[in-house]
């Protein structure tokens, strides 16, 4: 078990998502970088589909009500236990009583803390992962209680190398991409930066290239869709997109580029290639 | 009839003519029970819209699932009769808070609103937007409206709405910029059931009308929508 003191910008329970769903309408949600979410869990030595903690920008402050052992995957924040400085990727353990206080992001955005154990976290439609109106709250909250039955499994320990965050994000060509209006070829060429205008559900794009596309006849959308609306704005759905959508969807981000550009800060410019 | 194609790495969208039409929504949806029925085993789900469907796919690549369901014949597989789902609706205009709103731009009295919204039998074409917002078709020409110049930023479950040729019900609590004309006192998307909505596609919508004594009665007793069907 553990507590919330402070939850920090944006801290949610997370995990592979929910699937099975989107039919009524319910979002697909999970770890915006499921990579980082499968490492955490994968060091811990637990199931590789059990929740973790994922924070954003600044992080929570924990008690642990109890001895665990804990992993931090993700973006790198400045992260201490009690005045101890913790690096990421290397398990420890904590006992009772000691307090992780996760403060700002030095490199990347999302970071996730994996726990070795059983997470007995609300379990809505086959997954732990916290939205709003699904479960009973969208995220953590100051004084919740995470309740975790550790578990002593084997940790792991790899030598990971951490990868800078990537400037070329892989893309492919969307149903619509063929009736953008404007030079299609200048997708490939701009640059793009990550706008203050983010979230779990979608990230404005800003690039100085004069693009659009007409609206569409409600479809559905999914994360990793770039969707180009009539006034010009690029937005990449993310995690806790919407089922559905009336944008132009003229690019796709595969599985591994929804994580590369999540990790991406406000400003951060990179360029799209065609994979 | 309808064009497969890939939809990232996991996925394949079917596409249909490009227009809303009961017909074309039909064979969407005899697409669909032809996937689910026939390749079950590659198909993680399936989300279907107006006049598209999404196919989200495990253990295959969509290019192999693509020539795999290449052929597929819709004939027949239409035989399911639609439900009809009645949803009372108080229209008080202590409920129904853009109600004048709407009879100033729609030159309707309110009572012709109420007659004209309730009088219609709505097609359900899919959920999405909010879990369980469902897409209705059918709104009479008359009842369009365009949304709020500034959306709300908090709407009751049940609220009972139109924004520009859509009429629907917020299931949740949310910010909106609909034009409310009413609300329901069921509740349209209940978590505690194994099917949030025991609504289908292609099944029929009537809304009924109801007082506020009545609309007080039936928020008391907290039925869903299958309940209240009973």
Redesign the interface.
């Given at each position: 078990m553990l507590k919330i003191l402070d939850p920090g910008i944006y801290t949610s329970v997370q995990d592979q998502g929910r699937f099975g769903y989107r039919k009524y309408g319910v979002p697909v949600s999970g770890a915006m970088d499921q990579d980082a979410y499968i490492l955490a869990n994968k060091l811990v030595g637990t199931p590789l589909n059990e929740a973790v903690i994922e924070f954003a920008f600044v992080g929570p402050k924990i008690e642990f009500l109890e001895d665990c052992q804990i992993v931090l995957t993700g973006a790198t924040f400045n992260t201490f236990l009690d005045d101890k400085e913790l690096s990421i990727h290397i398990p420890i353990a904590v006992t009772q009583g000691q307090v992780l206080e996760i403060k700002n992001a030095r490199e990347g955005c999302y970071g996730y803390l994996g726990i070795a154990g059983k997470w007995n976290s609300q379990f809505v439609m086959g997954s732990k992962s916290q939205y709003s109106n699904i479960t009973s709250s969208p995220r953590l909250q100051k004084n919740d209680i995470v309740k975790i039955v550790p578990s002593n499994g084997p940790i792991n320990r790899y030598d990971i190398q951490k990868e800078p965050p990537k400037t070329e994000i892989e893309v492919v060509k969307g149903p619509e991409f063929d009736q953008v209006k404007g030079e299609k070829k200048f997708i490939f060429n701009a640059e793009f930066s990550i706008s203050k205008n983010l979230s779990r559900m979608g990230i404005k794009l800003d690039s100085s290239i004069q693009l659009s596309a007409k609206e569409i006849i409600t479809s559905p959308v999914m994360p990793g869709v770039i969707q180009l609306t009539p006034g010009g704005e690029f937005i990449a759905l993310m995690r806790d997109a919407q089922t559905t959508g009336g944008y132009a969807r003229v690019l796709i981000l595969p599985d591994k580029s929804i994580n590369h550009l999540s990790q991406l800060k406000p400003g951060s410019k990179f360029t799209f290639k065609l994979a | 009839m309808y064009r497969p194609?890939?939809?990232?790495?996991?996925?394949v969208?079917f596409?249909f003519d490009?227009?809303?039409d009961p017909e074309i929504h039909d064979q969407v949806i005899a697409l669909a029970h032809e996937l689910n029925s026939r390749f079950d085993t590659y198909i993680?789900?399936?989300?279907?819209?107006?006049?598209?469907?999404?196919v989200?796919l495990k253990q295959i690549n969509p290019e192999v699932f693509i020539a795999q369901t290449n052929g597929i014949v819709l004939e027949g597989a239409n035989h399911k009769k639609p439900m009809t789902w009645r949803i009372p609706v108080c229209y008080d205009e202590s409920l129904g808070l853009d109600l004048e709103e709407v009879s100033a731009y729609t030159k309707l009295d309110i009572s012709e609103i109420i007659q004209q919204h309730s009088n219609t039998l709505y097609r359900f074409y899919?959920?999405?937007?909010?879990?369980?917002?469902m897409?209705l078709g059918g709104l009479s020409s008359a009842l369009h409206c365009p949304r709020k110049a500034s959306p709300r930023t908090q709407i009751p479950k049940g609220a009972v709405g139109i924004g520009g040729e859509q009429t629907g019900v917020y299931?949740?609590?949310?910010p909106g910029g609909w034009n409310i004309i009413g609300q329901t006192p069921l509740t349209l998307?209940d978590?505690s059931d194994e099917?949030?909505?025991p609504m289908k596609p292609k099944d029929l919508v009537k809304f009924t009308p109801i007082d506020l004594n009545e609309f007080e009665e039936l928020n008391a007793q907290q039925l869903n929508l299958a309940k209240y069907n009973a």
């Amino acid at each position: 078990m553990l507590k919330i003191l402070d939850p920090g910008i944006y801290t949610s329970v997370q995990d592979q998502g929910r699937f099975g769903y989107r039919k009524y309408g319910v979002p697909v949600s999970g770890a915006m970088d499921q990579d980082a979410y499968i490492l955490a869990n994968k060091l811990v030595g637990t199931p590789l589909n059990e929740a973790v903690i994922e924070f954003a920008f600044v992080g929570p402050k924990i008690e642990f009500l109890e001895d665990c052992q804990i992993v931090l995957t993700g973006a790198t924040f400045n992260t201490f236990l009690d005045d101890k400085e913790l690096s990421i990727h290397i398990p420890i353990a904590v006992t009772q009583g000691q307090v992780l206080e996760i403060k700002n992001a030095r490199e990347g955005c999302y970071g996730y803390l994996g726990i070795a154990g059983k997470w007995n976290s609300q379990f809505v439609m086959g997954s732990k992962s916290q939205y709003s109106n699904i479960t009973s709250s969208p995220r953590l909250q100051k004084n919740d209680i995470v309740k975790i039955v550790p578990s002593n499994g084997p940790i792991n320990r790899y030598d990971i190398q951490k990868e800078p965050p990537k400037t070329e994000i892989e893309v492919v060509k969307g149903p619509e991409f063929d009736q953008v209006k404007g030079e299609k070829k200048f997708i490939f060429n701009a640059e793009f930066s990550i706008s203050k205008n983010l979230s779990r559900m979608g990230i404005k794009l800003d690039s100085s290239i004069q693009l659009s596309a007409k609206e569409i006849i409600t479809s559905p959308v999914m994360p990793g869709v770039i969707q180009l609306t009539p006034g010009g704005e690029f937005i990449a759905l993310m995690r806790d997109a919407q089922t559905t959508g009336g944008y132009a969807r003229v690019l796709i981000l595969p599985d591994k580029s929804i994580n590369h550009l999540s990790q991406l800060k406000p400003g951060s410019k990179f360029t799209f290639k065609l994979a | 009839m309808y064009r497969p194609r890939t939809f990232g790495n996991k996925a394949v969208l079917f596409e249909f003519d490009n227009r809303i039409d009961p017909e074309i929504h039909d064979q969407v949806i005899a697409l669909a029970h032809e996937l689910n029925s026939r390749f079950d085993t590659y198909i993680a789900e399936i989300i279907p819209a107006y006049n598209s469907l999404l196919v989200h796919l495990k253990q295959i690549n969509p290019e192999v699932f693509i020539a795999q369901t290449n052929g597929i014949v819709l004939e027949g597989a239409n035989h399911k009769k639609p439900m009809t789902w009645r949803i009372p609706v108080c229209y008080d205009e202590s409920l129904g808070l853009d109600l004048e709103e709407v009879s100033a731009y729609t030159k309707l009295d309110i009572s012709e609103i109420i007659q004209q919204h309730s009088n219609t039998l709505y097609r359900f074409y899919f959920n999405g937007f909010l879990p369980g917002f469902m897409y209705l078709g059918g709104l009479s020409s008359a009842l369009h409206c365009p949304r709020k110049a500034s959306p709300r930023t908090q709407i009751p479950k049940g609220a009972v709405g139109i924004g520009g040729e859509q009429t629907g019900v917020y299931p949740s609590n949310s910010p909106g910029g609909w034009n409310i004309i009413g609300q329901t006192p069921l509740t349209l998307f209940d978590l505690s059931d194994e099917s949030p909505t025991p609504m289908k596609p292609k099944d029929l919508v009537k809304f009924t009308p109801i007082d506020l004594n009545e609309f007080e009665e039936l928020n008391a007793q907290q039925l869903n929508l299958a309940k209240y069907n009973a």
